[in-house]
């Protein structure tokens, strides 16, 4: 066990563990490679009657967003809550928004206590289906009167499910579609009329890496190249706005149990660590930090952009393996005139 880097916390009351060694486990259980494992390690850690919160370490300036007002769709799990620890960790106010509500509850009750008593930082949820164009419109009405406007928006709810595109029935392909292109879509929209049309303001739309195409996802790699290039229509469209739009594209699978457990298999995410170049799966801390430097003024300059964050993974191999096959021939006139013999 590495010696603990800050100040060390309250002891599990279910165990002996300190806030730091449950830390440390907490990221050694996101490497492992047989999920059976963490069977072991699934009680819940309690400090002083509560669940226990990792402390966040941003890289970035402690009141960088203190003045800020935060979306962050999908924010009570994976990604987007470790998106939205970041957030309030940088001072910033933060409404998280998706269509579970109970999940959204834990999450704000969990944030909530990490607030210090000196921040500006503040946390609420608002249940909100981004297909629907009233709960998105309710969403940003309800943000702007409990917040008092709108600085940033972090589309990052969405997903999908694995099948082969000959399977994929139509309902399957819309739900898809509409969850993460059209549901992106009324965000930026309702967002830039109720709000960044008349103040400014930042967007960051989560994609996936589809740069090879994306087999057996071919709904969400097709939805996600149509957010990639509204990034870009935007960014021009709503600079005269001060509006700045930019995509990160997190590949090579990252880690949360709730990704794990959308696919039948939870080591479905750990099987594309071949493929990385960095040879491990990302961490949401990872695109946490990229999604706060593309909202922070490092950024300033940037908008229309889509930033890989995949340890390599897009520049490598294709995790599709093709089996060997001789159903494409080569066309020579030779043949072609022989078959018409
Ligand atoms: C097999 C190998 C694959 C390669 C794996 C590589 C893995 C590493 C790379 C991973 C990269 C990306 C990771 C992530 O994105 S992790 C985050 C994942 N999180 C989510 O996906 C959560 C959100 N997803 C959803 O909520 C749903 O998937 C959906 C977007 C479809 C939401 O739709 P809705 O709520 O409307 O869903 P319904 O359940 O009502 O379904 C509507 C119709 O959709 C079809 N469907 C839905 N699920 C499946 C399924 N599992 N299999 C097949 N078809 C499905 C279906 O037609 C539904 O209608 P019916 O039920 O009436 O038929
Ligand atoms: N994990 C990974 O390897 C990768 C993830 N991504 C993308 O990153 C984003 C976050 O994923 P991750 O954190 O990993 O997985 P999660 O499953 O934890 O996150 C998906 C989130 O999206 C929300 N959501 C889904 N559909 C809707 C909807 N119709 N309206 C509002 N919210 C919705 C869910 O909340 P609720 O169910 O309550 O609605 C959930 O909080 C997703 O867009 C995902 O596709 C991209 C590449 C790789």
New binding site residues.
């Given amino acids: 066990m590495p010696e603990c880097p800050s100040v060390c916390t309250p002891q599990c009351t279910n165990c002996d563990k300190s806030q730091f060694q449950v830390r440390h486990r907490t990221l050694e259980k996101r490497f492992l490679p047989k999920f059976n494992i963490l069977k072991h390690l699934s009680h819940d850690h309690k400090m002083a009657g509560q669940t226990l919160v990792p402390n966040v370490c941003s890289v970035f300036r402690e009141d960088l967003f203190h003045d800020k007002v935060a979306i962050v769709t999908g924010g009570g799990t994976g990604i987007g809550k470790t998106i939205t620890q970041e957030l309030l960790h940088l001072g910033c106010k933060v409404m998280i928004a998706s269509r579970k509500v109970e999940r959204l509850k834990k999450a704000v009750t969990e944030l909530k206590s990490t607030i210090s008593r000196s921040s500006l930082a503040d946390i609420d949820y608002l249940q909100c289906n981004i297909r629907n164009e009233d709960e998105v419109k309710n969403l940003m009405s309800q943000t702007i009167k409990q917040f008092g406007g709108i600085n940033f928006l972090v589309n990052n709810g969405g ?5 082969g595109a000959g399977d994929i ?1 139509l ?2 392909w819309n ?2 579609v509409e ?1 993460n292109l059209t549901g992106t879509f009324l965000c930026c929209r309702e967002v830039f009329n109720q709000w960044f049309k008349d103040h400014g303001g930042v967007i960051v739309n989560i994609i ?1 890496d589809n740069f090879k195409g994306f087999p ?2 071919s709904h969400s790699g097709a939805a996600r190249a149509g957010v990639e290039n509204l990034t870009k229509s935007l960014s021009i469209e709503w600079a005269e706005y001060g509006v700045r739009i930019n995509s990160v594209a997190p590949g090579g ?1 990252i880690y949360s149990e709730t ?1 794990a457990a ?2 039948a298999n939870p080591t ?2 750990q099987s ?1 660590i071949p493929r990385v170049p960095a040879k491990r799966n990302g961490t949401t801390e990872e695109i946490s930090a990229s999604v706060c430097f593309l909202l922070s003024p490092a950024a300033t300059f940037i908008s229309g952009e889509t930033l890989r964050v995949d340890g390599g993974a897009s520049l490598y191999k294709n ?1 599709y393996e093709i089996p060997e096959h001789n159903k494409l021939p080569g066309y020579t006139w030779e043949k072609d005139l022989s078959s018409k013999l």
Avoid: D, H
């Avoid at 997903?159 to 099948?163: H, I, L, M």
């Fill in positions: 997903g999908q499910f694995p099948s029935r309902k399957g739900a898809v969850t996936v057996l996802m699978g990704a959308n696919y479905m995410i594309s995790k």
